[in-house]
């Protein structure tokens, strides 16, 4: 097969091919950019395969960086871009199931290339345009067919992280998992137990923002692979109705930890907790924290100015947005609206001031101050005070007076 046209993010790397094949070497566009290609998906990283060892593509290009030199990758950068280029390689055992104990540099393309983890990603094209094509990935393409390279055995215990990106693919691509590579799965899902939770957390969150999610979902479940998940060992079942929500792929990583934690029942402290195991930053694990019960009140209730206000404008719409998947229509004009004419946006806006309580009345500094602001701020934006200093300041006179009695 080739390519009558090469898309325009290898044509900018062309220079760089032309340039090693002119000195004698091999070089090819590899990797998930040729996957892409041939599907009409949009290409993000071209990577570029070469037989020239680091040291001697260091020599032909003036400006590189040693991104991965020792397992072969030195990055080229060019007044445009940047491309890695790496060196065709066999790897070792991988002692640790991730990392190969050490790689050893090779000048053969079809040493280079069945080390890879799936046909697809086996793919190799040259600067003419013509695709090489040694473990039949082009006919896994055309057929939805998700293969190991080889022995899937071995490529799942050579790197265990491989399983995740199986479902991942199953869950973006919507293609099948061809049945050996599915059977090595489920022999060797405890194998993601040696994996770092961090990288789980990646394949994971793409397998959730996949436009087949339910597929992918399903063959988690199914593999057994979510038993060595951080906290999900308990919620097959939970899983699998997280699979059956109808509706687009979900657009946010916060979105989709929204949605699990929706379809997992979980509360505010166990989202935390359960989230920290999953190493997510504090602000995503507040973002959802926050999202969760407000999902829980959309589905009851409409939007009113103290929900809206407290979740803020984004956090809003995001989880307007999640009502698609449950047979809603969202309405996130309507949320922009109200949104925009709330009296204030923060408690900031607000007329009354700290220094002004405590200008105004003979109290001691203490909580009273918050407590006050606090109410002052939530009958502000309920529309039951206007926001004038001096109605703020009479609110909170009789306020005081009462709770102070």
Not at 107 to 113: G, I, P, T, V, Y
Not at 137 to 146: C, I, M
Not at 169 to 198: C, D, M, N, R, W
Not at 279 to 300: D, F, T
Request: hydrophobic share 40%.
């Amino acid at each position: 097969m080739r390519l009558e046209a090469l898309p325009l993010e290898f044509q900018g790397a062309m220079p760089i091919l032309r340039k090693l094949q002119n000195a004698g070497y091999e070089a090819y566009y590899v990797g998930g950019s040729v996957r892409d290609i041939l599907l009409n998906k949009p290409i993000h990283d071209v990577d570029i395969a070469t037989s020239a060892f680091p040291a001697e593509v260091k020599e032909l290009f003036h400006r590189t960086i040693d991104v991965g030199i020792d397992h072969g990758t030195v990055m080229v950068v060019t007044k445009e871009a940047t491309y890695e280029v790496t060196t065709f390689r066999t790897e070792s055992t991988y002692q640790d199931y991730r990392r190969p104990d050490h790689v050893e540099f090779v000048r053969s393309l079809k040493e280079d290339l069945k080390r890879r983890d799936f046909t697809i990603n086996a793919l190799a094209v040259g600067i003419d345009g013509n695709v090489i094509d040694l473990f039949d990935g082009l006919s896994d393409l055309r057929n939805k067919v998700l293969r190991a390279v080889g022995n899937p055995y071995e490529r799942f215990h050579e790197d265990a992280l491989r399983m995740m990106r199986a479902l991942r693919f199953v869950s973006h691509l919507g293609f099948t998992l061809e049945p050996e590579t599915f059977e090595a799965i489920q022999e060797y899902h405890s194998l993601l137990a040696k994996i770092s939770v961090e990288r789980i957390n990646v394949e994971f969150v793409k397998l959730m923002m996949g436009s087949f999610r339910e597929a992918g979902l399903r063959s988690f479940v199914e593999s057994e692979c979510y038993i060595y998940c951080p906290g999900l060992r308990e919620h097959g079942d939970a899983l699998l109705n997280f699979a059956e929500l109808r509706g687009p792929a979900i657009p946010t990583e916060r979105q989709s930890w929204t949605l699990l934690m929706t379809m997992l029942n979980f509360g505010e402290e166990e989202i935390r907790q359960f989230m920290k195991e999953w190493k997510c930053s504090n602000q995503l694990i507040r973002e959802v924290s926050q999202m969760v019960p407000a999902l829980h009140y959309r589905l009851i209730h409409e939007w009113d100015n103290w929900s809206l206000y407290q979740l803020g404008r984004e956090l809003a719409l995001s989880v307007e947005y999640l009502l698609y998947y449950f047979q809603r229509e969202p309405n996130l004009a309507k949320v922009r609206l109200l949104y925009q004419y709330l009296p204030i946006f923060s408690l900031k806006d607000l007329a009354l001031k700290g220094n002004d309580l405590m200008s105004n009345f003979d109290y001691p500094r203490g909580p009273w101050i918050s407590t006050t602001l606090k109410k002052l701020e939530q009958e502000v934006v309920e529309g039951r005070l206007n926001n004038e200093k001096a109605v703020l300041l009479a609110y909170a006179t009789d306020f005081l007076k009462r709770r102070m009695i």
